[in-house]
Structures are given as structure tokens and as C-alpha cells.
């Protein structure tokens, strides 16, 4: 076949993500596989060592005989698990993780409901959010959860194609299947984590193939009603909106938090204080290795540490989304989306309430805030966009023996 055939023939072959949304199957040589995506891998090692780095100086604080915290040095141990966790997934083929996908949201609930059990389930700051099993350190459910449902529902959508515009085969399980996750993350009561989790599955349902705007449009009205009803329904969200609206009408309550904020993000300036040299962290700024590690950065980097990081975040979602374009299928294409969504909304909304731009939400920095259970999850979801990024495919090559798609 000639080049000129060739060309023709690729006319009506759709680019992209387009052509998983526009076909039925996409048979691709197996033997492709190449090397993983390094960019992405080592925008995440910079970030994870940001975030090591402003975690050691945040909790100085506590040390006056060891040079690094010993909160420092559990976060250097939870990379370390995070990262071996990482390079065991990317070795493997994505693909295998659709087949065990039932088996893994099953268990995703389960460890969920068992935090209702008074004798596992540990409050902290008002939610049940804890797990202790017996010989086991404390872990936190959810946010492996939010990596479990990723992949179950990147399965179920991609599986359900055209069915998933039926209300009976589509809308409805679909309903029950985020509805049962994000609803036992309610309970406990996260609502953070539970927003951040709505976002992240109304995105990979936009994605998925048939997706209608009636069926968004019902989903954003739903979500809508849902927050302004769990807003208006305990007293400590609703001090959250007013700290948000009028901070300086009470500084020592309920607008005490986002006032240290302000002050940590203007001591900075441009250049920053210095590392290690933050005046927020000696107790002053609440919750400042975690909800406020971003204004920490902040005020020892300046404008310009905090810009750094924003921007490095940005790259991570860039490379996120040519994974989505790029995925050899369906199903990963949908895995990025997910884990794309859950780093875009979940840095979305810690930084703008650190900046005073949105409410305080409680949700931690991605690859940055002190937190074991996050940041192993997530460098475990990093290590299966790894594995997708080696059977990623060009879709607007033209050559035949790279792509083939039947009908």
C-alpha cells in the first residue's frame, strides 16, 4: 500500500481519546511495551521531596536533640513504602488490575464499614476516620478507597460502553456503586474526602464513552443539593464558610485558622524566610504539616517556592492528560482520568483554602502533606500510570502496523 492509499484510508480513523469513545475494540501488538513515562516519574520524586523537606522543618518544632523529627523521618519511611509500592506496580500490566477490580471494592468497603465498629473505628478531629486492626499501625480507609473505586469504576465504565446511557443498565448501578463509597465516607463524617471522591467519579463519567449532558446536568444538581444540605446541617461547616466570608469578626474562634494562613503566605514575600525558619509552625498555625503544609511552604519559600510548586503540579496533570489522549484503551485512559481528577481537585481545593480563595476543606496536599495512608496511596496510583504509559500508542500515526482499529 502506498503512502498516498495509506493516508486515505486514516481519514475516517478518529485521534485521541475520540477513537476509544467512537470504536468498539482496539487491537494493538502487544509487544509494544516500551519504557514508562520518566517525566512523570520524576516530577513526583521532586514533589515528594518538597513535600519531606517542608515536613522535617515543620515539625522541628518538636526535636531539640536529633536534626531531623521523628515525623520526618516516619514520612521518609511511608516514601520508601510508597515508592516500592510504585515500582512493583509499574512493572505490571495494567490491564490484569480490571479482572481483580470486584475483589478490590468489595474490600474497599468492608474496611470502610469496619470503622464503624467501636473497637477498630478511631475518631480524630470529629470523624471516625481511622482504622486500627489488631498489630497493625493506624490507617486511614479512605484515601485507599479513592485508589480502589478509581479502578473499579475505570473497569465498570469502560466494560458498560454504549449500555451506560441506559437508566436501568447504566445510571442506576452506576448510582449505587459511587453512591455506597462516597455515602460510607459521609458517615463517618469526611466530608472532604467524600467531596473530593464525588468529583473524582463525576469526572471519569464524563469521559466514559456515551456519557449524555442530561445525565451530567442531573448529577451537578444532585451534588449541589447534597453539599448545601451537609453544609447547612452541622454547625462546625457552616463556622467554616463564615471563617472563609469574615475571618477578622472572630480571631481567636472560628477565624483563627484562616488568619495564621494569611499571615504565614504574607510573612513569606517573594523570596521566602528561609528554610526551617517559619514562624507559623511554633504552634501558632493549626494543622500546619498537613491542611497547611502549602502555607508553609509559603512563608519559608515566598511567592516564588509557592509558584514552583503550583507549577510542578500543573506539569504532573499535563503528563496525567497525554496518558488519557495516549492509552492504548478504555480502561486507561480512564485510570488517568481518575487519578488526574483526584490530584487536580484535591491540590485544587487544599491551596485555595490555604489562600483564603475557598473554605478550609481538610484535605491534605497531594505527595506533599505529612500522611501515610495518602501518600502511599497515590505513589501507588502513580505506579499504575506507569504501567499504562508503557502501552501508550499515537493515535494519529499512520502507521498501519502501529494501530489497528476494527469495527
Known amino acids: 500500500m502506498d503512502q498516498k492509499t495509506r493516508m486515505q484510508g486514516n481519514k475516517n480513523i478518529p485521534s485521541g481519546l475520540a477513537a476509544r469513545k467512537n470504536v468498539d475494540t482496539i487491537s494493538l501488538n502487544r509487544e509494544k511495551k516500551h519504557k514508562p513515562d520518566y517525566i512523570l516519574l520524576g516530577i513526583v520524586a521532586i514533589l515528594t521531596i518538597i513535600g519531606w523537606i517542608a515536613i522535617s522543618s515543620t515539625t522541628s518544632v518538636n526535636e531539640t536533640t536529633r536534626p531531623i523529627s521523628a515525623h520526618g523521618i516516619k514520612h521518609g519511611f511511608m516514601l520508601g513504602v510508597g515508592f516500592l509500592c510504585l515500582f512493583i506496580l509499574q512493572g505490571l500490566d495494567y490491564r490484569r488490575l480490571a ?19 467501636p473497637s ?55 448510582t449505587l456503586i459511587s453512591g455506597s463509597s462516597v455515602g460510607l465516607i459521609l458517615l463517618q463524617p469526611d466530608i472532604g474526602t467524600a467531596f473530593v471522591l464525588a468529583l473524582i467519579i463525576g469526572c471519569m463519567f464524563f469521559v466514559a464513552p456515551t456519557t449524555k449532558i442530561i445525565h451530567i446536568a442531573a448529577m451537578v444538581l444532585l451534588a449541589a443539593a447534597g453539599a448545601f444540605f451537609l453544609i447547612i446541617s452541622a454547625p462546625y461547616r457552616w463556622e467554616r464558610i463564615l471563617a472563609f466570608i469574615a475571618a477578622d469578626s472572630d480571631p481567636e474562634g472560628f477565624g483563627y485558622q484562616a488568619i495564621q494562613l494569611a499571615n504565614a503566605f504574607g510573612s513569606g514575600g517573594l523570596m521566602g524566610q528561609g528554610l526551617g525558619l517559619s514562624r507559623q509552625k511554633f504552634f501558632y498555625l493549626p494543622a500546619a504539616k498537613t491542611d497547611g ?15 514552583v510548586v503550583i507549577i510542578l503540579l500543573t506539569l504532573l496533570l499535563w503528563r496525567c492528560w497525554l496518558l488519557m489522549r495516549n492509552a492504548s484503551d478504555m480502561f486507561g485512559s480512564l485510570l488517568a482520568t481518575g487519578v488526574a481528577a483526584w490530584i487536580a481537585f484535591q491540590s485544587g481545593l487544599n491551596i485555595s483554602g490555604a489562600t483564603n480563595l475557598l473554605p478550609l476543606t481538610g484535605v491534605p ?13 497515590l505513589l501507588a496510583a502513580v505506579g499504575i500510570l506507569l504501567s499504562v504509559s508503557r502501552y501508550t500508542v499515537d493515535f494519529n500515526s499512520t502507521d498501519e502496523r502501529q494501530i489497528k482499529i476494527t469495527k
Not at 486511614?140 to 473505586?149: A, I
Open 365 to 377: 496536599l497531594p505527595l506533599i502533606s505529612y500522611g501515610g495512608s495518602a501518600l502511599i496511596s
Open 293 to 307: 503544609i502549602m502555607a508553609v511552604i509559603g512563608e519559608e519559600t515566598g511567592f516564588v517556592g509557592s509558584v
Open 99 to 117: 479482572k481483580v477490580s470486584p475483589l478490590m471494592i468489595g474490600v474497599g468497603l468492608a474496611l470502610l464499614s469496619l470503622l464503624f465498629i
Open 120 to 174: 477498630l473505628g478511631q475518631e480524630v478531629n470529629g470523624a471516625r476516620s481511622w482504622l486500627k486492626l489488631p498489630g497493625l499501625p493506624s490507617t486511614q480507609p479512605s484515601e485507599l478507597v479513592k485508589l480502589l473505586v478509581i479502578i473499579y469504576m475505570s473497569a465498570w465504565l469502560a466494560a458498560k460502553g454504549k449500555q451506560l446511557g441506559s437508566i436501568t443498565s447504566g445510571i442506576l448501578p452506576f
